[in-house]
């Protein structure tokens, strides 16, 4: 009888360089975030002290990102910390038990992730369209809100820009991030310099009374400013997700996150010094219009150089929240790829484009979920699948690195982190101390319990008619 030869499942292409890396790293941290909390962690820290918050959330975001060039070098491969879990827990234990959960919150965490990213960008570009947030439908379903309007429009079309940028090879989106990475570096230089060359350094400077006294009260304020700006650094860990396609993983991956962190956390430290500089901090705090607030960088360009320069800025900070959907979306798409890959998740989402090398099923199902989110109003449920997020992200994969198997295979292979374990201690305390200063911490946990429960039965459900066919 003739053997029958199945052939070789296509491969990802390995064509992301150092400098593309370092700029998806850079382009998914920045996005509309830093432009727009500046009021947030002054109004909760109370004043300018506020840059405390910026420099903690900057180490935090160093130690945690040693963890991941570690684990990035260790384990090169497409999905990041599903193929962290998968090996630090045992690949037919509890690591495929935890990757594929892993990889289930995502289904729900990462479209709604993205879309909040679309709906930022939508809301910027409504600088130049005011009237694009008046809904022209409304309804609630299961008590969610659902809008449509000329800003969920917009907020689609990002996504479906965003998925035609990406639908190529590997190659070509490199020279895209490259570039992408420079506009949004560019943009907050142009904001730094402006700041810097009308800066009064008593407005910069005017720390209220007790501002440094280590009460109950500072410390809460700490833990609410860490919290916003750990989310402004997020998406340092991108490339990790797209290991699999990265020239010389080992290089490149420790380069692309700690240089991202370096470069992100000075050039944010520099713009809200400069922004304190010109607008005085009182100002910011007291403002709680929305609308207002989200064009803080507008009103302080206009307030030195017209409106002609705040209509400038609104762009490239649109450009930059765009480049940030394009990140995001580039790098979750290889999640739900590796567990099908793994045999953890339906085959359909493991299939590979015969000519541009990218896994095209993952990334047409989780842009067409992000479009659907697009009409949500969905931040309590985003801010509940961020406490999974730190579950299974942060904190699980941080002890991983402390048990002794992992200790064995970093004396084999790949980067070693400095000062072991300390960066790791110090990371899994600080994202603790952010988890329990979340003011819902509790009903975040129980509706994070409901998902991960409903995930763990699809999982037994798989597994035992996996058993049964075997």
């Known amino acids: 009888m003739k053997r029958v030869v199945r052939p070789k499942p296509l491969e990802l292409q390995r064509g992301l360089s150092t400098s593309s890396a370092l700029g998806l790293n850079v382009i998914d941290m920045v996005g509309v975030g830093p432009f727009i909390t500046l009021p947030l962690i002054v109004g909760v820290m109370g004043g300018p002290q506020a840059m405390l918050g910026w420099v903690l959330g900057a180490l ?13 070098t260790a384990y ?24 594929f959960l892993y990889a289930w919150q995502l289904l729900f965490s990462a479209p709604l992730s993205i879309a909040s990213g679309c709906i930022g960008f939508s809301q910027y570009v409504s600088f130049f369209a005011p009237n694009a947030g008046h809904a022209f439908f409304s309804a609630r379903w299961l008590g969610v809100p659902i809008v449509l309007s000329g800003q969920t429009l917009i907020a689609m079309a990002a996504c ?4 035609v940028v990406l639908y190529r090879s590997i190659v070509k989106i490199d020279r895209i991030v490259r570039w992408l990475g420079v506009v949004v570096v ?17 407005r910069a400077f005017d720390f209220p009374a007790g501002a440094f006294h280590l009460n109950g009260a500072f410390f809460v304020g700490l833990g609410a400013g860490m919290l916003i700006s750990a989310y402004d650094y997020w998406g340092y860990y991108n490339v990790c997700f797209v290991a699999g396609e990265v020239r010389d993983p080992q290089r490149t991956i420790p380069r692309a996150v700690l240089g991202a962190i370096g470069i992100v956390g000075t ?7 400069s922004v304190l500089g010109v607008l ?11 609308h207002a607030r989200m064009f803080t960088m507008a009103v302080f360009m206009e307030r030195l150089y017209g409106h ?51 896994p095209q099923h993952s990334l047409l199902t989780l842009g067409a979920m992000t479009m659907a989110c697009c009409v949500f109003r969905l931040q ?54 952010i988890l329990f200063s979340r003011p819902h911490f509790t009903r975040e946990m129980q509706t994070a319990g409901l998902i991960l429960i409903a995930g763990g039965v699809v999982y037994g459900v798989r597994y035992v008619a996996g058993r049964g066919e075997g």
């Open 380 to 433: 309590e449920v985003i801010t509940t699948l961020v406490v999974i997020r730190i579950l299974f992200q942060f904190l699980l994969q941080g002890l991983a690195v402390l048990l002794p198997q992992h200790r064995r295979e970093r004396k084999l292979r790949g980067f070693r982190m400095p000062l072991y374990p300390l960066p790791v201690l110090l990371a899994l305390g600080g994202f603790v101390f």
């Open 60 to 72: 935090l975001s160093l130690c945690d990102g040693l963890v991941w060039s570690e684990l990035g």
């Open 267 to 273: 050039l944010y430290l520099l713009m809200n010094v």
């Open 76 to 99: 090169p491969e497409a999905g990041g910390s599903y193929a962290y879990l998968k090996h630090l827990y045992g690949e037919r234990g509890l690591g495929r038990g935890f990757s």
């Open 160 to 163: 479906l820009i965003a998925v």
């Open 280 to 290: 005085p901090w009182r100002e910011l705090a007291a403002d709680t219009d929305s």
């Open 186 to 202: 560019l943009t907050l230089l142009i904001i730094i310099v402006a700041g810097f060359l009308h800066f009064d350094a008593h």
């Open 308 to 358: 002609t320069a705040a209509g400038v800025v609104v762009v490239l900070i649109a450009v930059a929240a765009l480049a940030s959907v394009l990140a995001l979306l580039l790098g979750y798409s290889r999640i739900p790829f590796a567990a099908a890959r793994d045999g953890n998740f339906p085959a359909w989402f493991g299939a590979v484009h015969e000519k541009h090398r990218i």
